[in-house]
């Protein structure tokens, strides 16, 4: 491991938590351009981020310990699994201790501190979302799972930067195995963070909130660092669907860390093109009744299903 | 006996044809409340007057009840003696709705009915029990009064079983303002300015049932032209208020484009509106006598070439919901509101139209211009949420409709009379089908100019109690929705 890995590797997390805000700052853009309205800034994220942390935290008097430390250990989960995410070179010190398989793992620790931090207070609203979340975690992590079996198979390592360097080295062009994946990412990206059609990141009605209704009692510091994480979710979701699906422009191996040059105007943009996309399916898209959500997400799996057998079946 | 021979022996209102009045005993207070309902009238209002209301000293004590029948309006007054102790018949069995107007009415006036739900209704002071359900796994959820969006205030405790809603109990009474009392401080002929303010979004209904009353008990009629106008001001009211519901609807499933496109409709035609008017919701537009503001040929021309583009739009925005498969989807079958027990519920205006109730006052009891123009009612029989956006877009349409034969047909002629004060102990009534349905003012006049007595009276009365059967069975989540579809006054109950 050089010293430019590691610089690689730091560069990585802070591109990364630098730039969550933007990325959601942008798919409102592009919401509010797809629905004919004038767009808010690209900085509003930030400015808002800006405006918690400057204001008082009020926190409910029978709240536990264990409410005041989950925004931070939400907010470094998802920037510990920015770190193993190769978004931008695959030459990545920490990838050595954790696989995709713990990065689903780092994925599911943060679900757990927010729906227990959710339920903490004992509102009926935090309780309600704690639940939804649950049934929307444990319908998604076995889909998001196949995804990664699916691409592993292809390249034998459960490891995504080894993942990325065999795609990004292979024939330009989704396998049919990878082409069912994608699109069961796309579902598992959805629903993961809390978007249309499965929740509104946009309502302001308590009863049918999801992920809103899980934060709804923090304020100020805890909130912005919720609110950064759940950007960051955001933000790792699309690189992750890059590292499995599009690692063209990665600064591979060989290719050693002159690469990062063209890796970074190539994330960049990626990003804008994710972001876009994610804006059309959003605006063309009602909300789901909360009870279609499992058909929702069982779709999903089963997209990885047929993936991985169409890759067993076709072989590689 | 059967509805048409206590008709026949009531009394008309001075000035109000579709109306009449009619005094009872105890006795009969409870029949004629069943043949009302065996006839398939429904109970309109329910309000009291009695000596603890207002400065002026009205010794009895009277219950008023108002029906909505086939034949026109029946106001029935139950005089109490006045022993203190009294209670009167309650009505509860016969016209559910009547349960919270006589809570309501207790609180007011402080007697009660001989009902069994004698919990408060406007008076928070008292304490109040919410409705237990028992069994495995039940939990209630507690929403409002204060809510994560600028709304009005009320609060909603469910019993659930997981997501399923097992009863609603809604409470309501947050805004509580002594209208009523406040009616009584003012001169009659000021009264028109404080009726607008009652529900805000039917400002032109209440304005215009309020002058409707007035004008009747002096005995004036209005100029053809003041009857255009208003006709054009209550016409657009509905468009207004359909639009926005319309986009708020979209916006409840997710489909924030359906918002901001029907917002965009909506501010075009409040721009219109204040350009023609000089209000945007055309508050003290109506006053008693006419309207306030004269409309140029011109500025009608231009009012209808804008209402004809809001209207054009709106069916291509009809075609976008009818075949989204995401908003078809949602929509449909949620807040199911079957015909039959809306029509044990009494319920009236656009909720009834959408569960088969087929009245509208526009349609059943005509005043001018509605004589000459006549209205094509929209029903659907469904009763869930999409019918009840169904019954909006076809009401834009039939609105459109309207205003363009309006506007393009003004009568000559002046826009406004003046209005003597009405004689000491006059009674009137005013009823008009506002956007949400049929807005009640009955009006009792005070020595020199003053009001005795006012009591405005909503829709949203009837069709509160709806909301909470419509949403059994359904999905904590989709409570919003079919709230909004509903979206009834809250203001406008609480007084």
């Known amino acids: ?79 510990l699994a920015a770190g193993i995410i190769p978004s931008m070179g695959t030459q990545l010190p920490l990838v050595g201790s954790a696989d995709a398989i713990a990065l689903v793992g780092l994925f599911a620790a943060a679900r757990m501190f927010m729906t227990l931090a959710a339920m903490d207070v004992g509102t009926a609203f935090g309780t309600m979302g704690a639940r939804r979340e649950m049934m929307v975690g444990f319908l998604a992590e076995p889909a ?93 979701y699309i690189c992750i669907g890059f590292a499995l699906f599009f ?25 804008a093109v994710a972001g876009a996309g994610l804006a059309v399916i959003e605006t063309l898209s009602a909300k789901l009744r909360v009870m279609r959500i499992p058909e929702f997400l069982g779709t999903a799996f089963l997209l990885a299903v047929l993936g991985l057998l169409v890759h067993v079946l076709l072989g590689t | ?91 509860e069995g016969i016209f559910p709705a009547a349960a919270r107007m006589q809570r309501a009415a207790h609180d007011l006036s402080g007697i009660r009915s001989s009902d069994p739900d004698a919990r408060p209704w406007l008076n928070h002071d008292r304490p109040y029990e919410f409705v237990r359900v028992d069994g495995e796994g039940v939990h209630e959820i507690a929403v409002g009064p204060v809510h994560a969006g600028t709304i ?85 009211e509905r468009l207004a208020n359909h639009l926005g519901d319309l986009g708020a609807l979209g916006n409840d499933v997710g489909f924030a484009f359906g918002l901001t496109q029907f917002s965009r409709l909506k501010e075009d035609l409040l721009r219109a509106m204040a350009a023609v008017f000089g209000e945007r919701y055309l508050f003290d537009i109506i006053v008693p006598g006419g309207v306030a503001i004269d409309v140029s040929a011109a500025a009608a021309g231009a009012l209808a070439d804008v209402v004809r583009a809001v209207c054009t739009e709106t069916e291509e925005l009809r075609d976008i919901y009818d075949e989204h498969e995401g908003v078809r989807d949602r929509f449909t079958g949620a807040g199911r509101l079957e015909p039959e027990r809306a029509a044990r519920l009494g ?9 088969g109730q087929a009245r509208d006052v526009r349609v059943d009891l005509p005043d001018a211009p509605y004589t000459e123009l006549p209205v094509a009612m929209v029903v659907e029989h469904d009763g869930d949420v999409a019918s009840r956006v169904a019954v909006r877009f076809g ?11 309006l506007l393009s047909a003004l009568p000559d002629g002046m826009h406004a009379v003046e209005v003597g004060v009405p004689a000491d102990g006059a009674f009137g009534v005013g009823l008009i089908e506002g956007w949400r349905g049929p807005v009640l003012v009955a009006l009792q006049a005070g020595p020199s100019g003053s009001i005795r007595r006012c009591h405005p009276h909503d829709p949203s009365w009837q069709n509160w109690p709806a909301l909470e059967y419509a949403i059994m069975g359904n999905i904590v989540p989709d409570f919003p929705l079919i709230n909004k579809s509903f979206n009834l006054s809250y203001s406008g109950v609480d007084l």
Not at chain 1, 37 to 61: G, M
Not at chain 1, 250 to 262: K, Q, W, Y
Not at chain 2, 347 to 355: H, K, Q
């Open chain 1, 247 to 271: 690692p063209w422009g990665v600064a591979t191996a060989h290719i050693g860390p002159v690469g990062l040059v063209v890796a970074i105007p190539a994330l960049a943009i990626k990003l």
């Open chain 2, 347 to 355: 319920v009236i205006g656009l909720v009834g139209r959408a569960s």
């Open chain 2, 152 to 236: 009005e205030p009320g609060h909603f405790r469910f019993s659930v079983v997981g997501e399923k809603v097992l009863k609603l109990e809604e409470r309501l009474g947050y805004t509580h303002k002594g209208l009523e009392q406040r009616f009584t401080a003012l001169p009659i002929l000021q009264g028109h300015r404080l009726a607008a303010r009652v529900s805000g979004d039917s400002a032109v209904a209440y304005s215009w049932a309020y002058c409707q009353a007035l004008e009747g008990m002096s005995g004036r009629a209005i100029p053809p032209r003041a009857a255009w106008l208003r006709a054009v001001c209550l016409e657009l």
């Open chain 1, 1 to 79: 491991m050089s010293a430019i890995d590691w610089i690689t590797q730091v560069l990585e997390v802070v591109a990364a938590v630098a730039a969550a805000p933007a990325l959601l700052g942008w798919l409102n853009q592009c919401r509010a351009w797809l629905q004919n309205r004038r767009a808010p800034s690209l900085w509003l994220p930030y400015r808002n981020l800006h405006k918690l942390f400057r204001k008082e935290a009020v926190i409910a008097e029978n709240a536990s310990p264990l409410f005041r430390i989950a925004p931070y250990v939400v907010f470094g989960t998802m920037g």
């Open chain 2, 1 to 91: 006996m059967p509805l048409r021979r206590w008709w026949d022996r009531a009394q008309p209102v001075t000035g109000a044809p579709h109306v009449r009045g009619l005094g009872v005993g105890t006795e009969d207070w409870l029949q004629v409340a069943r043949d009302v309902a065996a006839a398939g009238g429904v109970l309109h209002a329910l309000w009291m007057s009695c000596a603890a209301m207002g400065d002026h000293a009205v010794q009895e004590r009277i219950v008023y009840g108002a029906y909505l029948t086939d034949t026109g309006v029946l106001i029935v007054e139950l005089t109490l003696p006045a022993a203190a102790t009294q209670t009167y018949p309650g009505l």
């Open chain 2, 395 to 405: 009401e834009v349409r039939e609105s459109g409709r309207l205003l363009t034969s």
């Open chain 1, 144 to 236: 998001l799972l196949m995804v990664i079996f699916v691409a592993s198979q292809i390249s034998s390592s459960t490891a995504l930067p080894v993942i990325t360097e065999h795609l990004a080295s292979g024939r330009l062009g989704l396998s049919p195995g990878l082409a069912f994946s994608a699109v069961a990412f796309i579902l598992v990206l959805l629903a993961e963070n809390a978007r249309i059609p499965v929740d509104n990141p946009a309502t302001h009605l308590e009863l049918t909130m999801i992920h809103e209704a899980m934060v709804l009692e923090y304020s100020a510091r805890h909130l912005a660092l919720m609110e950064w994480a759940a950007q960051l979710k955001l933000f790792n």
